[in-house]
C-alpha cells in the first residue's frame, strides 16, 4: 500500500528588495559606505597627492611629523626655529594630531623604508577618518528619518565625493577629525543613553583639544544636553554621562598636548587654561546638577545649569577678556590689510565670485534645508520638535550663518545638512510613494550633488578668476622646489603661502608663513617685499635673506600686484631683477629663485 507524500509546506512569499534593504543596520552600512568612498577618493586623488604635499597646512603638519619622529622635536615642543628665524615660531596645533600620524607612520616603517612609509602616511591618515563620519551621520539620518532615512543619507554620501575634499589623500590637516567628532558629539545627544552622553562629551572635549573652530557647534550640543535634562529630568544620565565624558577628556588631552610650563597660560586659539577650565566647569557642573538635582523641582535644575553655565563663561572670558573678539582676538591687527583679510577661506562664501566652485560646498546646504522644509511641510511638525530634530536644525542654521560670513564652515554646512536632507527625502518617499524605498532612493538620486551641481554648472557660465589653474598648482609641486632644495640652507624671502612648502621640502628657513602667531615674520616680509629700488637691498641685508623665491603664476594675487608696481615683488615678476640679486634657478621654472649677492660674485 503507497501513500502519497504529504504536501509541501507553502513557501513564504519573497520579501520586497527594499524591505531586504531596510533590515540592514547603520554599523554595516557605514563599513560599506565607507569602503566605497575610500576607493573612489584613492582613484581620484591619488595622483596629486604623490604629486604635491597639499595645501599650506597639509606640508607644515608634515614638517611638525619629521621633527616629532627624528628627535628634533619633544613631545610638547612644538617651536619651530626655521620660522622667522632667529625667533621662531610656537604653532598653535594640537599634539594628538601629530603623535597619532607619527604612530602610524612608525608603524608603517616597520615594513616600508622612511620615504615611502611617509607616502603611506599621507595616503591613509586622512582616509582612516572616513569611516568616523559617515557612521555618526547615517546614525543621526536614522534617528531623525528612520530606516528610509538611513538608506538615503547613503545613497547622498556615495554621490556627494566633494562633501570629502578634508579626507582625501594627502590631506594631513585637522579639519577631517574636527569634523568626525563634532558629527559624533551631535550624533550622541540625538540617540541618547548614558553611554551615548558619555562618548558625546568626550568627543566634545576631543574636538576643542584639536581645534576650536568647532566651539559653536559643540556649545549647541552641550545646550542641548543640557536644556533636555531641564526640561526632562528622566534624562539625568544623558546629561551626567555627557558632562563626565567632557570633564575627563578635556581635562587628559589638555594634560597630554600642553607643556607644563604653559598650563596657567591662556589664549584664545587653542585649548589653554581658560578653555580648559570653562569645559570642566561645565562638565563637572552638568554632571552634578543631572545627578543632585534630577529629583529637584524645575527652580533647582534651572538654577543649578545657569549657574554652571555663567561660572564656565565667566572663567574663559575671564581669564583672556581678549578672547571676545573670538579665536584671533588677540592678532596683530596690522596683519589685517596685509595677510588675514585675504584669505578665502576667512571670506564671505558669495565674496569670491566663484558661483562654480561655490555650487557643490552649497548643494548639499540646499539639499537639507529642502529636506527640512519637505518634513514640516508633510505633516511631520511633532516630529521635528523633537531635541534631536531641533538640536540638528540648530547647528545647520548656525553653520549656513557662519558660511555666509566665512568659507571654512562651509563644509560643517554640509555635513550638517546631509541627515536632515535624507529625513526630508524619507517623508517624502512615505507620503508620496507609500514608503517605497527604491522610489524614494531614485529621487534621491535625481537631486543629489552629482546632478544638481552639473545643472548648475550648465545655467551658469564659468567665470575666470584671473589664474592658470595648472601653473597655480605647479607651484606647489615638489619638483618645483628642486632647484632651491639643492642650494646651501639658508633663509627665504617668499610669499607667505610659500613659507610651509620651503620648509617641507627644503633644508631652507622661510621668513614668513601663513600663521597668525607670527606676526613679525609675515609683516617684515611683507616690507622687504614691497620696497622700492634703493630699499629693497638693506631691508632685505637686514633681515639675513639669503634667497629670493617667486611663482610667476601668483603675479596676479593680492600678495604680489597689491604691493605696488614699483615693490621687489612686482619687478621680479616682470623679470626685472636687481643688481644685488643673482638669479639660480633655471629658465622656465615653475618657482624662479634668486640668490643674494655676495661679495665675491662678479657684479
Same mark, same amino acid.
Given at each position: 500500500?503507497?501513500?502519497?507524500?504529504?504536501?509541501?509546506?507553502?513557501?513564504?512569499?519573497?520579501?520586497?528588495?527594499?524591505?531586504?534593504?531596510?533590515?540592514?543596520?547603520?554599523?554595516p552600512l557605514a563599513l560599506g559606505v565607507s569602503a566605497l568612498v575610500v576607493l573612489a577618493l584613492l582613484l581620484t586623488g591619488r595622483t596629486l597627492a604623490l604629486r604635491s604635499l597639499g595645501d599650506t597646512?597639509?606640508?607644515?603638519?608634515?614638517?611638525?611629523?619629521?621633527?616629532?619622529?627624528?628627535?628634533?622635536?619633544?613631545? =610638547?615642543?612644538?617651536?619651530?626655529?626655521?620660522?622667522?628665524?632667529?625667533?621662531?615660531?610656537?604653532?598653535?596645533?594640537?599634539?594628538?594630531?601629530?603623535?597619532?600620524?607619527?604612530?602610524?607612520?612608525?608603524?608603517?616603517?616597520?615594513?616600508? /623604508?622612511?620615504?615611502?612609509?611617509?607616502?603611506?602616511?599621507?595616503?591613509?591618515?586622512?582616509?582612516?577618518? @572616513?569611516?568616523?563620519?559617515?557612521?555618526?551621520?547615517?546614525?543621526?539620518?536614522?534617528?531623525?528619518?528612520?530606516?528610509?532615512?538611513?538608506?538615503?543619507?547613503?545613497?547622498?554620501?556615495?554621490?556627494?565625493?566633494?562633501?570629502?575634499?578634508?579626507?582625501?589623500?594627502?590631506?594631513?590637516?585637522?579639519?577631517?577629525?574636527?569634523?568626525?567628532?563634532?558629527?559624533?558629539?551631535?550624533?550622541?545627544?540625538?540617540?541618547?543613553?548614558?553611554?551615548?552622553?558619555?562618548?558625546?562629551?568626550?568627543?566634545?572635549?576631543?574636538?576643542?583639544?584639536?581645534?576650536?573652530?568647532?566651539?559653536?557647534?559643540?556649545?549647541?550640543?552641550?545646550?542641548?544636553?543640557?536644556?533636555?535634562?531641564?526640561?526632562?529630568?528622566?534624562?539625568?544620565?544623558?546629561?551626567?554621562?555627557?558632562?563626565?565624558?567632557?570633564?575627563?577628556?578635556?581635562?587628559?588631552?589638555?594634560?597630554?598636548?600642553?607643556?607644563?610650563?604653559?598650563?596657567?597660560?591662556?589664549?584664545?586659539?587653542?585649548?589653554?587654561?581658560?578653555?580648559?577650565?570653562?569645559?570642566?566647569?561645565?562638565?563637572?557642573?552638568?554632571?552634578?546638577?543631572?545627578?543632585?538635582?534630577?529629583?529637584?523641582?524645575?527652580?533647582?535644575?534651572?538654577?543649578?545649569?545657569?549657574?554652571?553655565?555663567?561660572?564656565?563663561?565667566?572663567?574663559?572670558?575671564?581669564?583672556?577678556?581678549?578672547?571676545?573678539?573670538? /579665536?584671533?582676538?588677540?592678532?596683530?591687527?596690522?596683519?589685517?590689510?596685509?595677510?588675514?583679510?585675504?584669505?578665502?577661506?576667512?571670506?564671505?562664501?558669495?565674496?569670491?565670485?566663484?558661483?562654480?566652485?561655490?555650487?557643490?560646498?552649497?548643494?548639499?546646504?540646499?539639499?537639507?534645508?529642502?529636506?527640512?522644509?519637505?518634513?514640516?511641510?508633510?505633516?511631520?511638525?511633532?516630529?521635528?520638535?523633537?531635541?534631536?530634530?531641533?538640536?540638528?536644525?540648530?547647528?545647520?542654521?548656525?553653520?549656513?550663518?557662519?558660511?555666509?560670513?566665512?568659507?571654512?564652515?562651509?563644509?560643517?554646512?554640509?555635513?550638517?545638512?546631509?541627515?536632515?536632507?535624507?529625513?526630508?527625502?524619507?517623508?517624502?518617499?512615505?507620503?508620496?510613494?507609500?514608503?517605497?524605498?527604491?522610489?524614494?532612493?531614485?529621487?534621491?538620486?535625481?537631486?543629489? /550633488?552629482?546632478?544638481?551641481?552639473?545643472?548648475?554648472?550648465?545655467?551658469?557660465?564659468?567665470?575666470?578668476?584671473?589664474?592658470?589653474?595648472?601653473?597655480?598648482?605647479?607651484?606647489?609641486?615638489?619638483?618645483?622646489?628642486?632647484?632651491?632644495?639643492?642650494?646651501?640652507?639658508?633663509?627665504?624671502?617668499?610669499?607667505?603661502?610659500?613659507?610651509?612648502?620651503?620648509?617641507?621640502?627644503?633644508?631652507?628657513?622661510?621668513?614668513?608663513?601663513?600663521?597668525?602667531?607670527?606676526?613679525?615674520?609675515?609683516?617684515?616680509?611683507?616690507?622687504?617685499?614691497?620696497?622700492?629700488?634703493?630699499?629693497?637691498?638693506?631691508?632685505?641685508?637686514?633681515?639675513?635673506?639669503?634667497?629670493?623665491?617667486?611663482?610667476?603664476?601668483?603675479?596676479?594675487? =593680492?600678495?604680489?600686484?597689491?604691493?605696488?608696481?614699483?615693490?621687489?615683488?612686482?619687478?621680479?615678476?616682470?623679470?626685472?631683477?636687481?643688481?644685488?640679486?643673482?638669479?639660480?634657478?633655471?629658465?622656465?621654472?615653475?618657482?624662479?629663485?634668486?640668490? @643674494?649677492?655676495?661679495?665675491?660674485?662678479?657684479?
Amino acid at each position: 500500500m503507497t501513500t502519497d507524500p504529504a504536501p509541501a509546506a507553502p513557501r513564504p512569499p519573497a520579501r520586497p528588495w527594499g524591505d531586504r534593504l531596510a533590515g540592514i543596520g547603520v554599523l554595516p552600512l557605514a563599513l560599506g559606505v565607507s569602503a566605497l568612498v575610500v576607493l573612489a577618493l584613492l582613484l581620484t586623488g591619488r595622483t596629486l597627492a604623490l604629486r604635491s604635499l597639499g595645501d599650506t597646512d597639509d606640508a607644515m603638519r608634515l614638517v611638525l611629523v619629521r621633527d616629532l619622529l627624528a628627535g628634533r622635536s619633544g613631545w =610638547f615642543d612644538l617651536h619651530v626655529p626655521r620660522l622667522q628665524p632667529p625667533l621662531g615660531l610656537d604653532m598653535h596645533w594640537s599634539r594628538l594630531v601629530d603623535g597619532g600620524q607619527a604612530a602610524l607612520q612608525s608603524l608603517f616603517q616597520l615594513v616600508l /623604508p622612511p620615504a615611502r612609509a611617509e607616502t603611506a602616511l599621507r595616503l591613509a591618515w586622512p582616509l582612516l577618518w @572616513v569611516l568616523p563620519v559617515v557612521w555618526p551621520t547615517l546614525a543621526l539620518a536614522r534617528r531623525l528619518g528612520g530606516r528610509p532615512a538611513l538608506w538615503v543619507a547613503a545613497v547622498l554620501l556615495l554621490l556627494n565625493l566633494p562633501l570629502f575634499v578634508q579626507w582625501r589623500p594627502g590631506r594631513l590637516d585637522h579639519h577631517s577629525v574636527q569634523a568626525a567628532l563634532t558629527l559624533a558629539a551631535l550624533a550622541g545627544f540625538a540617540i541618547g543613553g548614558r553611554f551615548a552622553g558619555l562618548l558625546a562629551g568626550a568627543a566634545c572635549g576631543l574636538a576643542l583639544a584639536v581645534g576650536i573652530e568647532s566651539l559653536p557647534f559643540q556649545a549647541v550640543v552641550g545646550g542641548a544636553f543640557a536644556l533636555r535634562f531641564a526640561l526632562d529630568p528622566s534624562t539625568a544620565r544623558d546629561a551626567r554621562g555627557y558632562g563626565l565624558g567632557l570633564l575627563v577628556a578635556a581635562t587628559l588631552a589638555y594634560g597630554l598636548q600642553t607643556p607644563p610650563g604653559h598650563w596657567a597660560a591662556a589664549a584664545c586659539d587653542v585649548l589653554a587654561v581658560n578653555l580648559w577650565a570653562g569645559l570642566a566647569l561645565a562638565g563637572a557642573g552638568l554632571a552634578l546638577t543631572a545627578a543632585l538635582a534630577a529629583r529637584a523641582g524645575p527652580a533647582v535644575r534651572w538654577g543649578g545649569l545657569v549657574l554652571t553655565g555663567l561660572a564656565a563663561a565667566g572663567a574663559y572670558v575671564g581669564l583672556d577678556p581678549a578672547c571676545l573678539g573670538g /579665536p584671533l582676538g588677540a592678532v596683530d591687527p596690522r596683519l589685517g590689510p596685509v595677510w588675514l583679510d585675504h584669505i578665502s577661506e576667512m571670506r564671505p562664501l558669495l565674496a569670491h565670485h566663484r558661483l562654480l566652485e561655490n555650487a557643490t560646498l552649497m548643494s548639499s546646504v540646499i539639499l537639507g534645508l529642502l529636506g527640512l522644509l519637505a518634513a514640516l511641510g508633510l505633516g511631520l511638525g511633532p516630529a521635528t520638535r523633537t531635541p534631536a530634530w531641533l538640536a540638528a536644525t540648530a547647528c545647520l542654521v548656525l553653520a549656513v550663518v557662519g558660511m555666509v560670513q566665512a568659507e571654512r564652515m562651509a563644509g560643517y554646512a554640509g555635513w550638517f545638512a546631509l541627515p536632515l536632507a535624507a529625513a526630508g527625502f524619507a517623508a517624502l518617499g512615505e507620503r508620496l510613494w507609500r514608503g517605497r524605498l527604491t522610489l524614494t532612493l531614485a529621487a534621491a538620486v535625481f537631486l543629489s /550633488p552629482s546632478l544638481l551641481v552639473p545643472a548648475l554648472a550648465a545655467l551658469a557660465p564659468a567665470r575666470s578668476t584671473g589664474r592658470d589653474a595648472a601653473a597655480l598648482d605647479a607651484c606647489d609641486d615638489i619638483a618645483a622646489f628642486t632647484e632651491l632644495a639643492a642650494l646651501p640652507p639658508g633663509l627665504v624671502l617668499a610669499e607667505t603661502d610659500m613659507g610651509p612648502h620651503i620648509l617641507a621640502n627644503t633644508p631652507h628657513a622661510a621668513l614668513s608663513a601663513p600663521y597668525h602667531r607670527m606676526g613679525w615674520g609675515i609683516l617684515a616680509a611683507h616690507d622687504a617685499l614691497a620696497a622700492p629700488p634703493g630699499e629693497d637691498a638693506a631691508r632685505s641685508r637686514r633681515l639675513g635673506i639669503g634667497y629670493v623665491a617667486t611663482c610667476l603664476a601668483h603675479a596676479r594675487r =593680492f600678495d604680489h600686484a597689491g604691493l605696488g608696481a614699483d615693490s621687489l615683488q612686482a619687478r621680479l615678476d616682470r623679470g626685472e631683477v636687481p643688481a644685488w640679486l643673482v638669479r639660480a634657478s633655471r629658465p622656465g621654472a615653475a618657482i624662479v629663485v634668486y640668490r @643674494v649677492r655676495g661679495p665675491h660674485d662678479r657684479p
